[in-house]
């Protein structure tokens, strides 16, 4: 059976088009008709489903006590946040994305639940995916070194008291990960949970966590099958001070030695790389994705995000679970990239249409979604209707709907979202689950299980001064 939506106007990833219907039948779109006639009702701005191309599917830190943090400490307290059940996490992570107008997601699993065994686990994410209808890359993240700090642990270990030292050991310490382990269970996870929906990929964590026996054997074995690599690169100025320090002759000179640095390479942020290596990643084709509110939170800084551009680097968004109020807003987040990029006075790095449409067939790609995103005949049937009435509440004069959705466009303006067809969200609500039961339970859950993480918590002040010691005095010397 063949669907139509009406557009008073749409956006096919590259260009504008007025009074447009948009017809799609079993997950593919048939035709898209232009200057059809005009009907009543509220006005709609239909644009291709957005991508969140860099999350981890948890929930904000801030609630559990890690704001205004720099990402090294974070990361430690955001033990605090480790899913008491990876269903419900996954499940009410999906949906707030979709809410805003996605239909694409990465998740770069940092923090399995512990709950059951790994491929059980990823079971449980990929069923929060279908039940929400989104499109989702999967990403075990694998770190086989510098659990605390970016080099040895002891330094911190020795400076916290007894009392401390254990439930931190417990926590981070553990033995690392075999490289061939690894790819073992990559190919498990394959096996138990890609689909049409869902794309496995390798997640190294970053390159200051894993080995180099770990990162030359996710480079080969992703040149063998073709398998999609996502990582972290380059987040923070203590992790800019490791790679000079560790790499001399250049740390994405060792990916490319290592082939590593592909096309089918996703790095997140980027925000401390130099120009020589921006070169290197348009040269490879590889894909950065910014998380700029994210970036803000963790006072980890801007990123040359222009200058990537300018410089032919594949540039895609995520929200990376920070998005500026916490709320997975991905309409907001590219509003703030684009702003924050687009240039001084007249100078222009892109127009509107160019960045939104970049974004997501960059996105697209970056999670292994098919195609460029476009809304053109034969495409997948992926698309988010904006209220353009409540964007355009004043209706004084014609105004490009464009321009009104990078000045005012956020999660409430998103009505529906369409993903292979299926309506996800309707009427800005997701329909494959009960959103709002889903989100208190999970709460509930944290709440419950927060006592047992109270040697953590008293342990929490000397391990975040241990930890900035080390990082302002001993590791990284920025």
């Known amino acids: 059976m063949t669907e139509a939506t009406f557009a008073t106007s749409l956006f096919n990833g590259s260009e504008l088009v007025a009074n447009a219907s948009l017809h799609h039948q079993d997950g593919v779109i048939d035709a898209v008709l232009v200057d059809q006639p005009a009907i009543s009702g509220p006005r709609r701005l239909v644009i291709p489903a957005l991508v969140n191309a860099h999350d981890h599917a948890r929930p904000s830190m801030t609630s559990f006590g890690a704001a205004n943090l720099p990402l090294e400490t974070w990361i430690l307290r955001s033990a605090l946040g480790t899913p008491p059940d990876p269903y419900l996490a996954a499940a009410v992570s999906l949906a707030r994305s979709a809410r805003s107008g996605c239909g694409a997601m990465m998740v770069h699993y940092t923090r399995p639940s512990g709950t059951m065994p790994i491929v059980a686990e990823a079971r449980q994410i990929a069923k929060a995916a279908a039940d929400v209808g989104i499109r989702i890359a999967f990403a075990l993240a694998v770190r086989d070194q510098n659990p605390l700090v970016y080099g040895e642990s002891a330094a911190v270990l020795d400076a916290l008291p007894a009392e401390a030292r254990q439930p931190v050991e417990d926590l981070f310490v553990r033995p690392p990960t075999r490289p061939s382990d690894y790819l073992d269970l990559i190919d498990e996870i394959d096996a138990a949970i890609a689909g049409p929906l869902v794309d496995v990929q390798f997640g190294p964590a970053g390159v200051q966590w894993c080995s180099p026996a770990l990162l030359e054997a996710i480079a080969e074995r992703s040149a063998t099958t073709g398998r999609r690599v996502h990582m972290h690169m380059l987040e923070t100025i203590y992790q ?18 290592i082939g590593l ?22 040269e490879s084709g590889a894909t950065i994705v910014t998380n700029f509110s994210s970036n803000l939170h963790l006072h980890s800084g801007l990123g040359p995000i222009a200058e990537a551009h300018r410089r032919g680097c594949a540039i895609a968004v995520g929200v990376d679970g920070a998005a500026l109020d916490e709320d997975d807003d991905v309409i907001r987040e590219m509003r703030l990239v684009q702003l924050a990029h687009d240039g001084l006075g007249f100078r222009r790095n892109w127009s509107r249409a160019e960045f939104l449409g970049l974004a997501i067939r960059n996105g697209r790609r970056a999670t292994g979604a098919p195609g460029s995103g476009e809304l053109v005949a034969g495409a997948q049937a992926d698309f988010t209707v904006i209220d ?11 105004v490009d709907p464009l321009d009104l959705l990078f000045a005012r466009g956020n999660i409430d303006c998103v009505r529906d979202v369409v993903v292979a067809g299926r309506c996800i969200v309707r009427d800005g609500e997701p329909t494959g689950i009960d959103f709002t039961a889903l989100q208190a339970e999970l709460r509930q859950m944290f709440r419950s299980h927060l006592p047992g993480f109270r040697k953590m918590q008293a342990a929490w002040p000397a391990l975040a001064d241990a930890t900035a010691h080390w990082f302002e005095h001993v590791g990284c010397g920025c």
């Open 388 to 398: 353009l009435d409540y964007l355009d509440r004043d209706a004084i004069m014609p």
């Open 240 to 257: 800019r001070a490791w790679a000079d320090r560790t790499f001399p002759g250049g740390i994405m000179r060792y990916l490319k030695e």
């Open 261 to 282: 640095l592909s096309e089918r390479l996703t790095l997140a942020h980027c925000v401390h790389a130099r120009p020589d290596e921006l070169d290197m990643i348009a």
